[in-house]
């Protein structure tokens, strides 16, 4: 390092300015620097060797410089004699100097900011770490939502197809003929909507609900009864109106405790809606626990319901005319045209059990008389009595029709001519019997019917002919005094001398007490 200057600085190179007045602002800087130096002397009493390269010599010939401080910055000054010069140090001593102040400083700022840099480095790694599971939280969560949305465009495709289909399964409803398939039609129609695990159809019977269809796997089988007001179904069809399980929860203690407590299903359900008609039930269906999820689930089963009414009500109107179009519409027997359809019908079957067909063609006695005297509505009572009468002795196969006036006819399948006689006496003397309103002013004191009975094919080719036979035993019965059975005989018998018909044992004692 170069030494200072030791010429001090002329007041005139700092300025043209006039210096203020130094008493009035105190010692100047040259007297607090002399100050200084006498302060410096008397800290280092024995000065150092000289280094090397900087002569030496009494302290009185080595001129100094040393830069005052003060106020102002530093004014060198020529030391005098007995003032102590400080030694400069060799470029190498700078050096090493600069390197230990160096390397400490390093020291001194490296391993702080290490720690603190390593610190940031650990805080960037956790801010990597944790945006890497963000963002693998974010990729799997658009997976799931990917899919989700897949599922639920699905579901909404199925559903809008089923929701479309409806008025075409409605449609099919419609055109059942037969009552006993609407309930399968309209579980088939609920488990295309709802997709549940099992569906059942209770039919009003009775004054209980009968369930008639069922599907899935439900604890509730075809045949399962409940009274009103009984379980879920039964509350259902007393409110009328679609129950949910949100309904029942609503429900009064009294109600879920005496009403619901019974007969609820064990794997729960979803919705239960009445099938009604003029406020009448006709039945409810029990929708079990669904897979879709659907927004108007109560509408959507109110109008499955209103359909399955409307395909029940069609179906039993058309019943009905089928019905008054096949029956007689005051007996309720089948009518003239329908029974000698069945009769046909029977004649025409290829099978063993139909080798034998026969008739019982009756009349009841003096029936003119007892409308004369009692008129057409006691007259048409009697009718009525009379078919109930007949249908309720009669045997399953056997078909009971009313002939025309107050001739009746029983048609017996697979009956020989004896046990057809030993069933036609049956019959007459039940209704000989039987306490008919005004019986008294009839002849005999009592009703009491005529009859004829004839065989296929003995006793005739074919139906006309059958029964021509049985009509002409049943003439021949009245003509030979009325309340009696006879069979018909084939001609060749009555040319043999007989009177070509035979009387049964009843009837010849009957007319031998008379």
Known sequence: MLPLRSASVPSAARGSRTPPDPESRGPSRFARAQKNDATFTAQKPSPRPAPRGIPSGP???????????????????????????????????????????????????????????????????????????RALDAQRANEDLWERTERAELAVRGLQLSIVQIPEIAQRLSSLRELREIPDGTLDLVQEIFQSSYSVFYRVSNGKLVAVACRGESEFRIGHRLEPGEGIVGWTAVKQLPFTPEDAELESAGVRSRNLARCTPRKGFSLCVPIMSQERPLGVILVGPSSRQLPHAR??????????????????????????????????????????????????????????????????????????????????????????????????????????????????????????????????????????????????????????????????????????????????????????????????????????YLVSEEAELEKSRE
Request: aromatic share 6%; proline share 4%.
């Open 59 to 133: 302290p009185s010939t080595v001129p100094t410089l040393r830069r005052r401080c003060g106020r102002g910055g530093g004014v060198p000054e020529e030391r005098g004699p007995g003032a102590v010069t400080p030694e400069f140090l060799t470029l190498g001593e700078q050096l090493v100097g600069v390197l230990v102040f160096g390397f400490g400083g390093f020291a001194l700022g490296f391993y702080p900011g290490r720690k603190e840099r390593r610190e940031r480095v650990r805080g960037l790694e956790q801010a990597v770490a944790q945006f890497e599971r």
């Open 299 to 500: 509408e959507i089963g109110r109008t499955i319901a209103l359909i399955a009414s409307v395909a029940i009500a069609s179906t039993q109107v058309l019943s009905k005319e089928r019905m008054l179009a096949k029956t007689d519409g005051l007996t309720g027997l089948l009518n003239k045209t329908n029974v000698y359809k069945r009769l046909r019908d029977l004649i025409s079957e290829d099978s063993p059990q139909m080798a034998r067909v026969s008739v019982f063609l009756l009349d009841i006695d003096h029936f003119k008389q007892y409308n004369d005297r009692n008129g057409h509505l006691d007259g048409d009572e009697l009718l009525k009595r009379m078919g109930a009468l007949l249908r309720e002795n009669s045997r399953e196969n056997e078909v009971v029709g009313r002939y025309g006036g107050e001739e009746f006819l029983i048609v017996m399948p697979g009956t020989d001519k004896d046990t057809a006689l030993h069933v036609a006496e049956r019959i007459r003397v039940l209704v000989e019997g039987t306490a008919f309103e005004h019986a008294d002013g009839q002849p005999a004191g009592r009703v009491t019917i005529s009859g004829g009975v004839a065989t296929w094919p003995g006793d005739g080719d074919d139906v006309d002919s059958l029964l021509r036979n049985a009509d002409a035993a049943l003439y021949e019965a009245k003509r030979a005094g009325r309340n009696r059975v006879l069979v018909f005989t084939p001609p060749e018998l009555a040319t043999a001398g007989l009177d070509g």
